[in-house]
């Protein structure tokens, strides 16, 4: 929990000291040190965390990935979006497109809208929202699918629960960039969609976006 991390400057010397050391244990303990830096919301954290990028093992620089865009740490941009580009796995392309998503710096808008036309699914999914939250309206495409139930038909990894969260935060990020072109969905949302919060949040949106009542 974020709100219960001591703030002395003891307690961040020995977090980068233990994170510093454990190139050398099982990955899985610089993973959990990774994502324990990046939930605490601290910049101190971002230059050691840029170390982890140089790890060998994916399953720690994924976790180092994650941990700066948790951080939204600006000095990272650069070397974040080097793990966007193809020749890196599916995890590191995804974990680094959310990533540069919670930055505000206008470098990565360019990137993310190359983002949209990725091999994989989730990388697009995850390039039109964090454009949507600067802002841009060049995913919008991507975003009204995501609003469609019919839609994840076509995916079947995607699980019921997956689909609610997707479609939720779909939802808020069409907020950010209103069209008309999210009405006839959000109104199938908001009347037909089995799930009370996916109407709950349709029936909002339509409301205090579009004035239009359900």
Known sequence: NPDIVPFDDGFHARMISVYEHSIHDDPMVRMYLALAMGRTKNSIYGE??????????KGSRVPAIKALGSLAYNPSVDRLIE?????????????????????????IIPILKRLLEDEEPNVRWDAAIALAKQGDSSGSEVINN?????????????DAEE???????????????????????LLKLATLDHNMEIRDDAIKTLDKTYNRKI
């Open 48 to 57: 050691h965390l840029m170390q982890g990028l140089k790890d060998k093992d």
């Open 146 to 158: 995501l609003l469609d139930r019919k839609y994840y038909y076509q995916f079947k990894e995607v």
């Open 83 to 107: 793990y966007t580009d193809l020749d890196n796995s599916v995890e590191e392309r995804l974990s680094a497109t959310i990533a540069i998503g919670n930055m505000k710096n206008p470098s």
């Open 163 to 185: 689909q609610v969260q997707a479609i939720l935060i779909a939802i808020q990020a069409s907020i950010k960039i209103p069209s008309e072109k999210f009405v006839t969905n």
